[in-house]
C-alpha cells in the first residue's frame, strides 16, 4: 500500500454533488481514504474567465501502481462527465496526483511529484490542512514551507455549502 494525495476540483455543473460523488468511487476503485480535507472555493487559476472552484485534498491508500491508479481516475472524471478540450478550462471533475509516497515519477503519462503544486495556493492550502509536515521529495520542503513561500496571490476560502 502507497499513500497518495490527490487534489479533486469542480467548477462545472454540481459541484458539491460532484465532489462527493467524485469521493466515493475514489474510495470503491482506488483506495481507502484515510485523510481528507475541508472543501475551498478558489478563483480559477492559468484561465481565470469562468467560474469559481471547489477544491479539495485527500489522501489513500493504495494497492495500485501509479499508471494504474492514473487510469483510474481518469476513469472517474469521465464517468462524471469530464471534457477534455481547453487546457484549465471548465470541468465537472478535476483529481489529480499530487505525491504518490516519496516516489518521482517523470514518464510521458504521467510526472509525479506534480510539477506545479508548489506554485499553487489552491493545492497547497487544502494539502497542508492534511499533511503540512510531509517533505517534497523533490525540492525537500514541507507542504507548510511550500506554502509560506507561494507566490500564487489568488484567494482560497473555506467553503460553507
Not at 32 to 37: L, N
Not at 78 to 86: E, H, K, S, V
Request: net charge negative; hydrophobic share 40%.
Amino acid at each position: 500500500m502507497t499513500k497518495a494525495y490527490l487534489l479533486l476540483g469542480s467548477n462545472e455543473g454540481d459541484r458539491l454533488g460532484l465532489m462527493q460523488e467524485g469521493i466515493e468511487q475514489i474510495s470503491k476503485t482506488c483506495g481507502k481514504i484515510i485523510g481528507q480535507s475541508h472543501m475551498y472555493e478558489t478563483a480559477a487559476w492559468g484561465l481565470e474567465e469562468q467560474p469559481d472552484f471547489l477544491n479539495m485534498a485527500i489522501v489513500i491508500d493504495t494497492p495500485l501502481q501509479p499508471i494504474e491508479l492514473l487510469k483510474s481516475i481518469h476513469n472517474i472524471e469521465q464517468n462524471l462527465g469530464r471534457q477534455r478540450t481547453l487546457k484549465w478550462g471548465q470541468r465537472t471533475l478535476d483529481i489529480d496526483i499530487l505525491f504518490f509516497g516519496q516516489h518521482i515519477i517523470n514518464i510521458p503519462e504521467l510526472t509525479i511529484p506534480h510539477p506545479a503544486v508548489q506554485l499553487r495556493r489552491f493545492a497547497l492550502v487544502p494539502l497542508n490542512e492534511i499533511a503540512p509536515r510531509f517533505l517534497h521529495p523533490v525540492l525537500n520542503k514541507t507542504i507548510s514551507g511550500l506554502l509560506a513561500d507561494c507566490p500564487d496571490p489568488l484567494p482560497v476560502t473555506e467553503y460553507r455549502a
